[in-house]
């Protein structure tokens, strides 16, 4: 990875929203479709999930958000993983997990899971190569993969 990479945490709710809109289109569906108000959406991002872009040099090139406030169940959910069309394949995506990894550890996080489409094969390649399995089908074309920490805590990738 190039020197000038780095992953900050982002906090503040403007700089959420301003992810989430650059990126909605990204996905498909965008994410305003999915969500309605990004505004809200944000905020909701805000309040209860863990954020991280990541930077090449001043250039924001990709975010993952993640929840990791499930005590009881020390159960951590992926919601929101893109790195730019501009920026793919070097390894930020990969990047991103290992950051998700690193803090669901350090918050106690047992297991890792989300939903994911059936059809996003760059994506599902990505999540087997970082050790999820398939967990279950849901609704649609949707399916479930989980991970779950070693027996020191630690989500590890090969
Ligand atoms: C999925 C996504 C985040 C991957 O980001 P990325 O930075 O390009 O991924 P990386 O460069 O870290 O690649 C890591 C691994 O993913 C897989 N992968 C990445 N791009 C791939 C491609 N075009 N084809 C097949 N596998 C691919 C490979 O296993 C790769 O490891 P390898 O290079 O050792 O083979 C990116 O494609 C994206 O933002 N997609 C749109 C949004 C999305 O679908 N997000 C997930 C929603 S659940």
């Given at each position: 990875?190039?020197?000038?990479v780095t992953i900050?945490?982002?906090?503040d ?19 305003t479709?999915r969500?309605?108000d990004l505004?809200?959406?944000a905020?909701?991002l ?12 001043s250039e ?18 992926l ?18 997990m ?7 550890e350090?918050c106690?996080?047992k ?7 059936a059809?996003n ?8 190569k970082?050790g ?7 609704q649609?074309d949707?399916i ?7 027996e ?6 090969d």
């Amino acid at each position: 990875m190039k020197d000038d990479v780095t992953i900050v945490q982002c906090k503040d709710v403007s700089t959420i929203f301003g992810l989430v809109q650059k990126f909605s289109d990204c996905f498909t569906p965008p994410i305003t479709s999915r969500v309605g108000d990004l505004h809200l959406y944000a905020a909701k991002l805000q309040q209860n999930a863990t954020l991280y872009c990541l930077k090449e040099g001043s250039e924001i090139a990709g975010c993952i958000a993640f929840y990791c406030n499930d005590v009881a169940g020390r159960t951590g959910y992926l919601t929101l993983l893109v790195v730019d069309e501009a920026f793919r394949g070097k390894g930020y995506g990969l990047a991103l997990m290992k950051t998700m990894f690193q803090v669901a550890e350090s918050c106690g996080m047992k297991s890792i899971r989300f939903e994911v489409s059936a059809n996003n094969r760059v994506a599902i390649k990505l999540y087997l190569k970082c050790g999820f399995t398939y967990e279950k089908e849901s609704q649609l074309d949707k399916i479930y993969m989980c991970k779950t920490c070693d027996e020191t805590g630690a989500f590890t990738v090969d």
